[in-house]
């Protein structure tokens, strides 16, 4: 989808502070993603990649500032277009006594608030989706039973079955084994070929690295660097996006990040 049209962006942050009570974890953030794009939010730990991320699906509330996606203020929860809009957190919290199997977790990204009843053919797109992550042979075992790694495919696997027009994925590649992030990084480029924005949180781009366009950093809570993706030449047309702003269309160094408390 091109960015030269008027239609607004999949991702709008403006001036966006967040302080969650001990000092500011996030401090004026401007942050545009076109429709279309695949952008890599990387940084640090406790840089507040995570508390971004959360922030713009709503989870985090602002101290000021604002986020819009696809033109709806999130203040106004009613006009954003969430059944098209995906978000896979960073680590799964499950209640033990909750025994929904993974097929039943997938399934309810099928679920509408207007609509409790899986639509027809659900659960052969259910077995699809698990097998895009890998785990279609674990379709019926209850989910409280699998590691982190996989929890995280099945939560995958539920965002992906919604066709989601934005997907937000808070490090997907931390905890899973070479050959499903492989088979990740394909769902994922499939995804973007249908024309998917995809906006992910990594610490290196890894599997993901030749379909990520452009690449934004934090450091302490600050955009400190926006532009293409370490390593690329920015030879590459599709590589070049006029919301690389900052830095204008040079490549992000590679990153050197130390620990921090
Ligand atoms: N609910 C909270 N209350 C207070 N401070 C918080 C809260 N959540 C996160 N923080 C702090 O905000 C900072 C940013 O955290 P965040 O999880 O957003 O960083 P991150 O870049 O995603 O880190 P990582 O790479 O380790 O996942 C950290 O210092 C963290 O301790």
Redesign the pocket.
């Known amino acids: 989808m091109s960015s030269q049209t008027n239609a607004p962006s999949a991702v709008l942050v403006e001036d966006l502070s967040v302080d969650?009570?001990?000092g500011p974890?996030l401090s004026g953030i401007n942050l545009r993603v076109s429709d279309g794009e695949t952008l890599a939010l990387l940084?640090a730990?406790?840089?507040?990649?995570?508390?971004l991320v959360k922030t713009m699906v709503g989870l985090v509330p602002p101290a000021s500032g604002r986020v819009a996606l696809y033109g709806a203020d999130i203040s106004d929860r009613s006009k954003v277009p969430w059944a098209r809009i995906g978000y896979v957190p960073?680590r799964v919290n499950t209640v033990p006594s909750m025994s929904a199997t993974a097929e039943e977790v997938v399934m309810s990204g099928l679920l509408s608030g207007r609509c409790l009843r899986p639509p027809r053919g659900s659960r052969a797109l259910v077995r699809d989706a698990l097998g895009e992550v890998g785990l279609a042979e674990r379709a019926g075992e209850s989910v409280h039973l699998f590691s982190g790694g996989q929890q995280q495919r099945v939560l995958i696997a539920r965002a992906l079955i919604r066709k989601p027009r934005l997907l937000i994925i808070d490090?997907p590649l931390s905890g899973i084994d070479r050959t499903s992030k492989i088979a990740l990084a394909a769902s994922l480029q499939q995804l973007h070929t249908a024309g998917a924005t995809i906006l992910v949180?990594l610490?290196e781009l890894g599997e993901l690295s030749s379909m990520i366009q452009r690449a934004v950093v934090?450091d302490q809570g600050k955009v400190v660097q926006d532009g293409l993706p370490p390593g690329s030449t920015g030879n590459d047309p599709g590589h070049h996006h006029p919301d690389a702003l900052q830095t204008g269309r040079h490549p992000v160094p590679e990153l050197r990040m130390g620990w921090r408390k």
């Open positions: 969650l009570g001990a974890i940084g730990n406790g840089s507040g990649k995570t508390t960073q490090e949180v610490h934090l």
